[in-house]
């Protein structure tokens, strides 16, 4: 079970279309929300590089701090014309490591699954600052603890990716006996597969399943991963020949997005709106929905003005032996491989 993990970055899933760095300047500004105001943004004849941010998921107000950074004109600032791609993290990572897409958002566990399978993949910015993946039940299940999932049935999208990742941590962390549970394959179905009783728990984003299951007036059982075991998070990544071939990018880009995650922890309101200006089917109908994913999503991002975008190096570590012990990479990978803050307050 645990090999198809290993075959996840070389998965059939394609993402076509991607466009890595256009180092031929351009002197119109990227398309989408104007700045703030006329202050913000560079002289018109400023060239600006072209490069492709991958995003591990749909347009969503969860990217509120990317979309306050292009709202405010910081990519202008930085000389940068940012296009976002959006699709899954495993085909991202695959192409960031081989330098067809420059820069990626994406969860650390990635991170180590590449390097351990020779993607010469680095984080450069945290940007969570708790790992987002809980295991999640009704309350009335009895569920309290990993503990008590033996003998019931517990759903996830696949064995792969955060969500399956986080059961792993979890198993690792209590000793529970894993073939006592019942895996099953759901998709992305969470909320509605714990709701309709197909599954005991779920393992999902705690800004996904439980928020729906709260709207709908479901009282929930929420157990954290981070609670058990502190594993790196969602953050930038890149990979090193940029690193090597173009560091003033990789500088620019983490510089624009800290002064954007630092407007959307002061201001969350003008966040919020600038991310349904950015994806408009979030507003509407939806504003009640995106606005309970958006505050919770605030939660995993909060930090002081000098922790923001900086990585612990122990966290690294931890996540990288917990990975190898449970047999999640076959290539042991050393913590200072995996990431650099040399790029973090420059």
Same mark, same amino acid.
């Given at each position: 079970?645990k090999r198809? $993990?290993?075959s996840?970055?070389?998965?059939?899933?394609?993402l076509?279309?991607?466009v890595g +760095?256009?180092?031929?300047?351009?002197?119109?500004p990227p398309?989408?929300?104007?700045?703030?105001s006329?202050?913000?943004a560079?002289?018109?004849?400023?060239?600006l590089?072209?490069?492709?941010?991958a995003?591990?998921?749909i347009?969503?107000?969860q990217f509120?701090?990317?979309?306050?950074?292009q709202s405010?004109?910081?990519?202008e600032?930085?000389g $940068?014309?940012v296009?976002y791609?959006?699709g899954f993290?495993?085909?991202?990572?695959?192409?960031?490591g081989?330098n067809?897409?420059?820069?990626?958002?994406?969860?650390g566990?990635?991170?180590i699954?590449g390097?351990s *399978?020779?993607?010469?993949v680095r984080?450069?910015m945290?940007?969570?600052?708790e790992?987002?993946?809980?295991?999640?039940a009704k309350a009335d299940?009895?569920?309290t603890?990993?503990e008590d999932l033996a003998g019931?049935?517990?759903?996830?999208?696949g064995?792969?990716?955060?969500?399956?990742i986080g059961w792993?941590a979890m198993?690792?962390a209590t000793?529970?006996?894993?073939?006592?549970?019942t895996? *099953?394959? +759901?998709?992305?179905? /969470?909320a509605?597969a714990?709701s /309709?009783?197909?599954v005991?728990?779920a393992?999902?984003?705690?800004?996904?399943?439980?928020?729906?299951?709260?709207l709908?007036?479901e009282e929930t059982?929420v157990l954290?991963?981070?609670?058990?075991?502190?594993?790196?998070s969602?953050?930038?990544i890149?990979?090193?020949?940029t690193i090597r071939?173009h560091p003033?990018?990789?500088r620019?880009?983490?510089s624009?997005? +800290?002064?954007?995650l630092?407007d959307? $922890?002061?201001?969350?309101d003008?966040?919020?709106?600038?991310s349904l200006a950015?994806?408009p089917e979030?507003?509407? *109908?939806?504003?009640a929905?995106?606005?309970?994913?958006f505050?919770e999503?605030?939660k995993?991002w /909060?930090?002081?003005?000098?922790?923001l975008?900086?990585?612990d190096?122990?966290i690294w570590?931890?996540g990288?032996?917990?990975m190898a012990e449970?047999?999640? +990479? *076959?290539t042991a990978?050393a913590?200072e491989d995996?990431?650099?803050n040399?790029f973090?307050g /420059?």
């Open positions: 079970m198809l $993990l290993m996840g970055l070389v998965a059939a899933l394609v076509t279309g991607c +760095i256009e180092m031929s300047p351009v002197a119109t398309p989408g929300p104007p700045a703030a006329a202050t913000d560079p002289p018109a004849d400023l060239p590089t072209k490069i492709t941010l995003m591990g998921y347009p969503s107000v509120a701090p990317f979309y306050m950074a405010r004109g910081y990519f600032e930085a $940068l014309d296009t791609r959006y993290e495993t085909d991202l990572l695959k192409l960031v081989t067809e897409l420059p820069f990626m958002i994406g969860s566990e990635e991170v699954l390097r *399978q020779g993607l010469p984080y450069v945290r940007w969570y600052r790992f987002p993946v809980v295991m999640f299940s009895g569920i603890s990993p019931k049935k517990l759903g996830l999208p064995l792969f990716g955060a969500s399956y792993e198993v690792y000793g529970l006996d894993e073939r006592e549970v895996l *099953q394959s +759901i998709g992305f179905t /969470q509605t714990v /309709q009783g197909l005991d728990a393992m999902d984003y705690v800004v996904n399943g439980p928020v729906q299951l709260k709908a007036g059982v954290r991963v981070s609670d058990y075991v502190d594993l790196p969602n953050g930038i890149t990979n090193e020949q071939d003033e990018l990789v620019a880009l983490v624009a997005l +800290i002064k954007g630092r959307t $922890l002061a201001d969350p003008a966040a919020f709106e600038a950015a994806v979030a507003g509407g *109908q939806q504003s929905v995106s606005r309970a994913i505050d999503s605030l995993l /909060q930090a002081s003005d000098e922790e975008g900086i990585s190096p122990l570590q931890k990288a032996e917990f449970m047999g999640l +990479i *076959q990978v913590a995996l990431f650099t040399d973090v /420059q």
